[in-house]
């Protein structure tokens, strides 16, 4: 289902036909009559992408002892209220009492960051390097993601022409890239590579822990009006660095902290073992296979619908790659380990309303009284 969307732009829904629990086909709804070849897109994405990965059933190592059968769609509702404001595809904004709400998480999230032994927090600009994402790959495992920020070429001649098009056109020309330069800078998928990036090429003194809270951009071809799923997102990271051991403890500390969080805001979920979305990859099936084998990604899942949970949340352990792939070393000199643990804010807060409903009356006490 993850995929399908990036299998052809034409591709407006889906619904996956299955018995016996394997899917068997899907009915699409197209933008073009390009039938034939959207579907031979999908069966090259099934054969390469799908059946080549080996089945494993999830495992979970958290229960929320909260269950819920009764869920809210807040969303028309705030939207009537002008409570959040629709600026674009995955574009959403937000007033009060949503923007208390996401700082109290927030908070409580950064809290959890900063308990641990050496913790650091910083502020990092939006822009990132493209050579930041060319040291690990990243392009060659995530080419769905990417969005790269360009400019018009610093030529007189340049702007008079683009100037001169847009006059007699009244909008911006569809061959504007064509006049664009500079693709060293990209918007960051994630905020945990620029803390890698900060320390590429130095050697630390010792464990380290650093926590950013940012703006990240993922491309998801598909956005439905809501706060599930946005081109235009705030994650809270953490990112540990140092021994694979003191990775390993971090992540559980985080783990378990944050399900006592959860718990504590009366919230139903789980965890899960998982994997990231490799897409047109020659090894993605090995790569997917080994996540989970290793169990190097859980994710947090929260329920928002009878039938439906979404991910809020993920801790993960790199080994060494990050170390390697940025240079930097330890008080021994070899590569550090690493983990990182990443929370989907406007998701987080989209899953609370989901169960609590968009009235504060209803939430709990705690964090009524704690957003006034």
């Known amino acids: 289902m993850k995929r399908l969307f990036f299998a052809a732009s034409s591709i407006e829904e889906f619904q996956l036909f299955t018995e016996d629990g394997s899917v068997v086909g899907v009915e699409l709804t197209l933008n073009s009559a390009d039938s034939a070849g959207v579907a031979e897109k999908i069966d090259r994405v099934v054969a390469e992408q799908v059946l080549t990965q080996r089945p494993l059933a999830p495992r979970s190592v958290w229960e929320s ?45 950064r809290a959890i960051a900063l308990s641990l032994e050496g913790a650091r927090e910083y502020q990092y600009p939006t822009l990132l390097p493209t050579s ?40 911006v020309p569809d061959d504007l890239f064509a006049h664009c330069s500079n693709t060293d800078y990209c918007l960051p998928p994630t905020m945990c590579y620029h803390s890698f990036h900060q320390y590429q090429g130095r050697e630390l003194a010792g464990d380290s822990v650093v926590t950013a809270r940012g703006k990240s951009f993922r491309y998801e071809s ?24 003191f990775a390993a403890e971090c992540r559980n500390s985080v783990m378990r902290q944050t399900f006592a969080l959860m718990e504590e805001l009366e919230l139903a979920g789980g965890c899960e073992v998982a994997n990231d979305h490799f897409f047109a990859n020659a090894d993605t099936a090995g790569k997917i296979l080994s996540q989970r084998m290793m169990e190097l990604k859980f994710e947090l899942l929260l329920p928002v619908a009878a039938d ?13 790659f990050f170390g390697e792939s940025f240079d930097i070393k330890g008080p021994d000199g070899g590569p550090i380990a690493s983990g990182c643990v990443g929370f989907g804010l406007e998701r987080l807060v989209h899953a609370f309303l989901s169960q609590h409903g968009s009235d504060p009356a209803r939430w709990p006490t705690a964090v009524a009284q704690e957003i006034g």
Request: no cysteine; net charge negative.
């Open 65 to 109: 002892p909260v269950v819920r059968s009764e869920f809210t769609d807040a969303f028309p509702e705030l939207l009537a209220q002008d409570t959040v404001v629709v600026s674009g595809e995955g574009q959403v904004g937000f007033a009060e009492p949503l923007i208390s709400l996401f700082g109290y998480l927030d908070r409580r999230l």
């Open 132 to 171: 930041v994402l060319d040291r690990f790959g990243y392009f060659g495992s995530f080419p769905q993601f990417p969005m790269f920020v360009t400019r018009l070429h610093n030529d007189i001649d340049v702007y008079a022409d683009f100037v001169e098009r847009y006059r007699e056109e009244q909008r």
């Open 222 to 245: 598909r956005y439905h009006t809501s706060l599930e799923r946005l081109w235009d997102f705030t994650i809270r990271e953490i990112v540990f660095m140092g021994t694979p051991e």
């Open 308 to 320: 439906r949970s979404i991910a809020v949340g993920s801790f993960n352990l790199h080994g060494h």
